[in-house]
């Protein structure tokens, strides 16, 4: 019988990998900066309309500043912590669904699969 199974994809960390990942949240962040800015631009034209709707709209454009900042710390925070890593860990990148054959008598612990990649390339399946 085949029956769905979740297997976790990881990837070995290697400098390729750091230097990519350091790459995508410098980009995120830069993004999110350029939001959280143009909502403050956003936010002073509002400050400058009559009162009707304005304390509204400022209270909607705080709380996505707020978003953003809590975004950018995030991303520094992450950082930080691939940063720390040494080379050669393993980092959980996704789950995928595969479809597994399980037999009588198979012992359902052991039908839980990774698959471990290194550079782009499948170099282990346990």
Same mark, same amino acid.
């Given at each position: 019988?085949?029956? =769905? *199974?979740?297997?976790?994809?990881?990837?070995?960390?290697?400098?390729?990998?750091?230097?990519?990942?350091?790459?995508s949240y410098q %980009?995120? &962040?830069?993004?999110?900066?350029?939001?959280? /800015?143009?909502?403050?631009?956003?936010?002073?034209?509002?400050?400058?309309?009559?009162?009707?709707? *304005?304390?509204?709209?400022?209270?909607?454009?705080?709380?996505?500043?707020?978003? *953003?900042?809590?975004?950018?710390e995030n991303i %520094?925070?992450?950082?930080?912590?691939? /940063?720390?890593?040494?080379?050669?860990? /393993? =980092?959980?990148?996704?789950?995928?669904?595969? =479809?597994? %054959?399980?037999?009588?008598?198979?012992?359902? /612990?052991?039908?839980? &699969?990774?698959?471990?990649?290194? %550079?782009?390339?499948?170099v282990e399946i *346990?």
């Amino acid at each position: 019988m085949q029956v =769905l *199974r979740t297997v976790v994809v990881k990837q070995v960390l290697t400098e390729t990998l750091k230097q990519s990942l350091l790459s995508s949240y410098q %980009d995120k &962040k830069s993004q999110l900066e350029k939001e959280y /800015e143009q909502l403050r631009f956003e936010l002073k034209k509002t400050e400058r309309q009559q009162k009707g709707s *304005r304390q509204q709209k400022a209270g909607f454009f705080q709380k996505e500043m707020e978003q *953003r900042r809590q975004k950018i710390e995030n991303i %520094d925070f992450q950082k930080s912590q691939l /940063e720390m890593l040494p080379l050669g860990s /393993e =980092l959980k990148e996704k789950e995928v669904q595969a =479809l597994i %054959d399980v037999q009588v008598g198979d012992r359902w /612990e052991e039908t839980e &699969k990774t698959i471990v990649i290194k %550079d782009g390339i499948v170099v282990e399946i *346990r």
